[in-house]
T-cell receptor
Framework: SQELEQSPQSLIVQEGKNLTINCTSS?????LYWYKQKYGEGLIFLMM?????EEKSHEKITAKLDEKKQQSSLHITASQPSHAGIYLC????????????FGTGTRLQVFP | SQTIHQWPATLVQPVGSPLSLECTVE??????LYWYRQAAGRGLQLLFY??????ISSEVPQNLSASRPQDRQFILSSKKLLLSDSGFYLC?????????????FGPGTRLLVL
């Protein structure tokens, strides 16, 4: 079973719509990282969350880590075609960032 | 600023042939280095990580090996490729402390073994 579950696996939204991607673990997350990947390319770092209840924003993307530090959500407001790609969450579950566990990713498509 | 390079970008190799993928980092010293593989429909799987020259930790038993001949150079190798080695290989680096350090990824190498 996957230690880090991402949902949904795939998402198709119309431009301008809001959307949320979730990343859930049964274990405490000591560090939670969100990355974006365009097909066939490397991962681009978006945000890192460490503290329970923490929330960070960058342009139209907001990420939150719940108080229990077991779930994170990534919210995109007024989506644009440039937001399309694969979003991956990675987590430090051992309090040792040498080893990140990654979710399977969420493929986002945004159509005009 | 720091940059990470990987090459080649794409590689098609026959089964049984050797492999050498290279990753180099610029603009930082004594980074932690990582090799990941991304297979279709799966997340990233950590293959190897290194905290210093000549120090390699393997995460999963496999047909691959890694080496770090220089501080900012990380090489992924195989003596004989298998079909199952096909995938997208990503190299990443993080600060030397490791703890709570963000990992930054290279552009990746797509490997197809036929």
């Amino acid at each position: 079973s996957q230690e880090l579950e991402q949902s949904p696996q795939s998402l198709i939204v119309q431009e301008g719509k809001n959307l949320t991607i979730n990343c859930t673990s049964s274990k405490t997350l000591y560090g939670l990282y969100w990355y974006k990947q365009k097909y066939g390319e490397g991962l681009i770092f978006l945000m890192m969350l460490q503290k329970g209840g923490e929330e960070k924003s960058h342009e139209k993307i907001t990420a939150k880590l719940d108080e229990k530090k077991q779930q994170s959500s990534l919210h995109i407001t007024a989506s644009q075609p440039s937001h399309a790609g694969i979003y991956l969450c990675g987590a430090d579950m051992l309090n040792n960032t040498d080893k990140l566990i990654f979710g399977t990713g969420t493929r986002l498509q945004v159509f005009p | 600023s720091q940059t990470i390079h990987q090459w080649p970008a794409t590689l098609v190799q026959p089964v049984g042939s050797p492999l050498s993928l290279e990753c180099t980092v610029e603009g930082t010293s004594n980074p932690n280095l990582y090799w990941y593989r991304q297979a279709a429909g799966r997340g990233l799987q950590l293959l190897f990580y290194s905290v210093g020259i000549g120090q390699i930790s393997s995460e999963v038993p496999q047909n691959l090996s890694a080496s770090r001949p220089q501080d900012r150079q990380f090489i992924l190798s195989s003596k004989k490729l298998l079909l199952s080695d096909s995938g997208f290989y990503l190299c990443a680096w993080s600060g030397p402390s490791g703890y709570q350090e963000t990992q930054y990824f290279g552009p990746g190498t797509r490997l197809l073994v036929l």
